[in-house]
């Protein structure tokens, strides 16, 4: 349905929002969105940063030191 319509049926439509809201309450909307936008960004990156955080703690806990083995064993029989 949505793919039948053109370029001028999207202008119609920009106009008819523009005629009902005003341009003061679409900048508004518009505002929010883009700071809302920002946020989930934000929040995201950190989200991301914690996991690699997480990730890079348990591997370093899976890493073992070897054992350093200064003695010899030799069998003498």
């Known amino acids: ?3 039948n319509i053109g370029w001028p049926g999207l202008l119609i439509i920009l106009l008819i ?6 341009g003061r ?7 929010g ?8 960004k ?3 990156k950190e989200d991301v940063a914690e996991e690699t955080k997480t ?3 348990l591997q370093e806990a899976k890493i073992e030191k070897p054992e ?3 003695k010899k064993t030799t069998d003498k029989a």
């Open 25 to 31: 309450r679409i900048a508004e909307v518009a505002k």
């Open 42 to 44: 934000q929040a995201l």
């Open 1 to 3: 349905m949505l793919a």
């Open 55 to 57: 990730v890079d703690t």
């Open 17 to 22: 929002v523009v005629f009902l809201f005003g």
């Open 68 to 70: 350093k083995t200064t």
């Open 33 to 40: 969105l883009g700071s809302g936008l920002k946020n989930f």
